[in-house]
């Protein structure tokens, strides 16, 4: 079971932040996470996406689900709009972001041991 899964298992009060990369805006949702491993609502909920999702019943390495009751959503906006920047800004200046981070992955020599 992966990290996050593993913390979430300890913890009760969570907040979740959904963002869309592209346009820097989202979502904080504030609730009550659960994690579901097994039994009948594991099994339902898997289904869901077999069938609604059209989730590859062979490829399925779903291990579990993290179920939240939101108590409070929240919209999220990057910062970059109290630039004064429109979305259609903010979007149109992400791809060139994020190829810049590219380059400068793709130039970075990893030490020597």
Avoid at 24 to 33: D, S
Avoid at 46 to 68: A, K, P
Wanted: hydrophobic share 35%; glycine share 6%.
């Amino acid at each position: 079971m992966g990290i996050l899964t593993e913390d979430m298992k300890r913890l009760v009060s969570e907040q979740l932040n959904v963002v869309d990369p592209m346009v820097r805006k989202g979502y904080r949702f504030k609730g009550v996470a659960s994690v579901v491993t097994e039994g009948a609502l594991y099994e339902r909920i898997l289904d869901f996406y077999r069938t609604e999702r059209n989730l590859d019943e062979g490829r399925t390495r779903i291990r579990s689900f993290v179920l939240v009751k939101v108590n409070e959503a929240m919209p999220l906006i990057s910062p970059a709009y109290d630039q004064g920047l429109t979305e259609e800004q903010v979007r149109d200046k992400m791809p060139h972001y994020f190829d810049s981070l590219q380059r400068k992955n793709s130039t970075t020599q990893p030490e020597e041991m």
